[in-house]
């Protein structure tokens, strides 16, 4: 069984910080791409930033230049680092990743559990 647990969500005010991890448990062979999405209730989830195992990354226009996607291999995490927050933010943000269980199976998509993300003007 493969897991995302994420972590580092909370209030804040426009303007600060805040870190989100996301740790994949389980058993897996290797990993593909991981990325942070979000979504606000009545929208569609969208894709924030991702970042290939060989580190290229890709961001929606929104946050180029506040927010910062980076992950450690070693420890199968995925980070996201973001600055500048502004109350349009404000979401619950997914970690995903294209995770490969068995040599024998396909790489699929795995969810964490969601993390919200409130930013106050």
């Known amino acids: 069984q493969v897991q995302l647990a994420e972590s580092g969500g909370g209030l804040v005010q426009a303007g600060g910080s805040l870190r989100l991890s996301c740790a994949a448990s389980g058993t897996i062979v290797s990993i593909n791409a991981m990325g942070w999405y979000r979504q606000v209730p009545g929208n569609q989830r969208e894709l924030v930033a991702s970042?290939?195992?060989?580190?290229?990354?890709n961001y929606v226009d929104s946050v180029k230049g506040r927010f910062t996607i980076s992950r450690d291999n070693a420890k199968n995490t995925v980070y996201l680092q973001m600055n500048s927050l502004k109350p349009e933010d404000t979401a619950v943000y997914y970690c995903?990743?294209?995770?490969?269980?068995?040599?024998?199976?396909?790489?699929?998509?795995?969810w964490g559990q969601g993390t919200q993300v409130t930013v106050s003007s």
């Open positions: 995903n990743a294209n995770i490969r269980k068995t040599v024998f199976t396909p790489p699929r998509d795995y």
């Open positions: 970042i290939t195992n060989g580190g290229s990354t």
